[in-house]
């Protein structure tokens, strides 16, 4: 028999957290020792707090299941879940440090290798469908204020009825999606039309949990932007339509003011968002896209 490391045995509810630790103690890596010994402590300490009975924790596993299973091409229920708790806000403010634009969460929507475009080209790659068109202009800056060119500014947003073109068969593949280059000046400029708040996904185990609470689905509208370049921090945000009713009262809790824009109608009679983005130094780094 090999050397088993004997992490001794449970006796009560007192000592299952020691033994679950102990069990744990010998993992090589350090980060994921440190990070699954809070967990456990956590957890532990969670149903010590709430005394589940046997029925809810299982309707508890059986909700985690049903959220894996519901995820698919159109959806990802598990970010979703992990929005709606108000945690992908929390890591991303979490990681914040200096005096950058402040970042929120990706979403459930994002996708890889979107169309790289041509400055000033429409993203609106099925005429606007009777949206109000937009014209998007804005720098992207360093922490000093100084442009940054030849930065990735990578855009996605919902349609004027509030779907991503992922959940609509009536919208071309990669509709109102679109990858930008920074000019010298650290410029980027796109057409679109105006976004719609949305609700988000509620047929699933997420909107189960929606209902429970007697919570709204609504996200006010909004346009998605990653920014990326070599030496400075991936930059994910999003900036909201100050005019939308649930602007504060966001079911992923996205909003802050800073990320309020301001949509407004020129003397050229279009409507404008312009938005200038601050970068932080650091490494380029782009996620895993939650859909394909």
């Given at each position: 028999m090999p050397n088993i490391h004997r992490h001794g045995v449970v006796r009560d509810a007192d000592n299952v957290t020691d033994v679950v630790l102990n069990a744990m103690s010998r993992t090589p890596d350090a980060r994921l020792r440190e990070i699954m010994s809070s967990l456990v402590k956590h957890a532990h300490a969670f149903l010590r707090e709430v005394k589940p009975t046997e029925e809810e924790f299982e309707r508890g596993v059986d909700f985690l299941v049903r959220i894996g299973q519901a995820s698919g091409l159109e959806k990802n229920e598990g970010i979703l879940l992990s929005d709606l708790l108000g945690i992908s806000t929390l890591v991303v403010?979490?990681?914040?440090?200096?005096?950058?634009?402040?970042?929120?969460?990706?979403?459930?929507?994002?996708?890889?290798?979107?169309?790289?475009?041509?400055?000033?080209?429409?993203?609106?790659?099925?005429?606007?469908?009777?949206?109000?068109?937009?014209?998007?202009?804005?720098?992207?800056?360093?922490?000093?204020?100084?442009?940054?060119?030849?930065?990735?500014?990578?855009?996605?947003?919902?349609?004027p009825v509030g779907l991503y073109e992922n959940q609509?068969?009536?919208?071309?593949?990669?509709?109102?999606?679109?990858?930008?280059?920074?000019?010298?000046q650290g410029r980027f400029h796109f057409r679109t039309v105006r976004p719609a708040g949305y609700p988000v996904p509620t047929d699933g185990p997420c909107g189960e949990m929606l209902r429970a609470q007697q919570r709204h689905p609504y996200r006010p509208a909004h346009i998605h932007f990653m920014i990326s370049r070599e030496g400075y921090r991936t930059l994910v945000t999003q900036v909201f339509d100050n005019?939308?009713?649930?602007?504060?009262?966001?079911?992923?809790?996205?909003?802050?003011?800073?990320?309020?824009?301001?949509?407004?109608?020129?003397?050229?009679?279009?409507?404008?968002?312009?938005?200038?983005?601050?970068?932080?130094?650091?490494?380029?780094?782009?996620?895993?896209?939650?859909?394909?």
């Open positions: 403010m979490l990681n914040k440090n200096g005096l950058g634009t402040d970042p929120a969460l990706l979403g459930p929507f994002w996708r890889g290798n979107s169309p790289v475009c041509a400055s000033g080209e429409d993203i609106a790659r099925d005429g606007g469908a009777g949206g109000e068109p937009l014209e998007v202009s804005g720098r992207v800056l360093d922490r000093d204020g100084k442009p940054v060119a030849g930065a990735l500014v990578d855009v996605w947003q919902a349609s609509d068969e009536k919208q071309p593949e990669h509709n109102l999606r679109g990858r930008f280059e920074t000019d010298a005019a939308d009713a649930a602007i504060e009262s966001d079911v992923v809790f996205g909003v802050t003011p800073a990320l309020s824009g301001n949509f407004e109608r020129r003397g050229d009679g279009k409507l404008h968002l312009d938005y200038d983005f601050v970068l932080q130094p650091g490494v380029r780094r782009i996620p895993t896209p939650p859909l394909p």
